[in-house]
């Protein structure tokens, strides 16, 4: 049996045994917010329940370094569509202590791609096309300024309403603690 088989033999119970009743929700947040959080497995749950959140109360998106990567990437795409077409009044970006990504060295992934395959002058064309995967791949020294950046470029962004709230908070993946690194409140 695959990974993939064992999940959708499980599904087919789920739906059977209406396990789904109890996640039933709305497409529109109860709690009118936005969070970007990092993809930490720690954090899969912990992100939301130590706010004391559950299921439908938020949009949530969780990324690698909860990192607005690009003004116009899926991140930023998914924030505005929260904002505008589903009721998210909102945003938090939640950063984390110990997070992998910030700690990512662009080499050894580099490194790892070309021995799985990957042909190095294919970062070389990407260079050439504009497109620097060494910048791309590099983590941050310091989550605070990395969550005040964020919350910056999420706040400044030209097709944000420019009254909506951005908090930056960082959280501690072993007991959930979270620090306020940005009152959103205070910028309107
Ligand atoms: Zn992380």
């Known amino acids: 049996m695959s990974l993939l088989h064992d999940l959708l ?3 087919q119970q789920f739906v059977e045994n209406k396990e789904y009743e109890k996640y039933t929700t709305t497409k529109s947040p109860d709690k009118k917010m936005v969070l970007v959080s990092c993809m930490d497995t720690r954090l ?15 949009k949530h998106i969780q990324n690698a370094g909860a990192m607005i990567a690009h003004p116009y990437g899926s991140t930023m795409r998914s924030i505005l569509v929260a904002v505008y077409m589903l009721g998210a009044d909102e945003v938090m970006i939640m950063g984390h202590h110990d997070c992998g990504f910030g700690a990512l060295q662009p080499e050894p992934v580099m490194e790892e791609m070309e021995n799985r395959g990957i042909n190095p002058g294919v970062i070389d064309t990407l260079k050439h096309s504009g497109i620097d995967i060494k910048e791309w791949l590099k983590g941050f020294d310091s989550v605070e300024e990395s969550v005040t950046e964020n919350v910056a470029k999420v706040r400044q962004h030209p097709l944000m309403v420019p009254d909506i709230p951005v908090h ?6 072993d007991d959930g603690k979270i620090d306020l690194v940005t009152d959103g409140y205070e910028y309107n």
């Open 9 to 11: 033999e499980y599904n």
């Open 44 to 58: 899969t749950e912990l992100s939301t329940k130590a706010l004391g959140l559950k299921n439908g109360d938020i």
């Open 168 to 173: 930056g908070v960082v959280i501690n993946p």
